[in-house]
Nanobody, 118 residues
Framework: VQLAESGGGLVQPGGSLRLSCAAS???????????TSWYRQAPGKERELVAA????????GYPDSVKGRFTIARDNDKNMVYLQMNSLKPEDTAVYYC?????????WGQGTQVTVSS
């Protein structure tokens, strides 16, 4: 399984970005089986969960720091995961990673940089 994130960049505080994660290479299980999530890692900090979503239960896992501003979504027909980020703050600056997990198999993307600065 391969994951490719896109959509990162430089944005001013209060702005919006939409991250995308394209998944490919499925053999034994289909994309719809996987728990899909977004993590982020800021310099000098640990990687943290930003949001997760399953086909069966919907989205979950938003930390208080992004709740109400970030929304995760998935399109099982296109093997895509999205993260809509609104009202961005400088503290949202980080590398954002897409992750897929199912039955002990875990896959990570290479990450996309998001920088929030004026």
């Amino acid at each position: 399984v391969q994951l490719a994130e896109s959509g990162g960049g430089l944005v001013q505080p209060g702005g919006s970005l939409r991250l995308s994660c394209a998944a490919s290479g499925f053999t034994l299980f289909t994309f719809s089986n996987y728990v899909t999530s977004w993590y982020r890692q800021a310099p000098g900090k640990e990687r943290e969960l930003v949001a997760a979503i399953t086909s069966a239960t919907g989205s979950f896992g938003y930390p208080d720091s992004v709740k109400g501003r970030f929304t995760i979504a998935r399109d099982n027909d296109k093997n895509m995961v999205y993260l809509q980020m609104n009202s961005l703050k400088p503290e949202d600056t980080a590398v954002y990673y897409c992750k897929l997990m199912y039955r002990g198999s875990v896959y990570w993307g290479q990450g996309t940089q998001v920088t929030v600065s004026s």
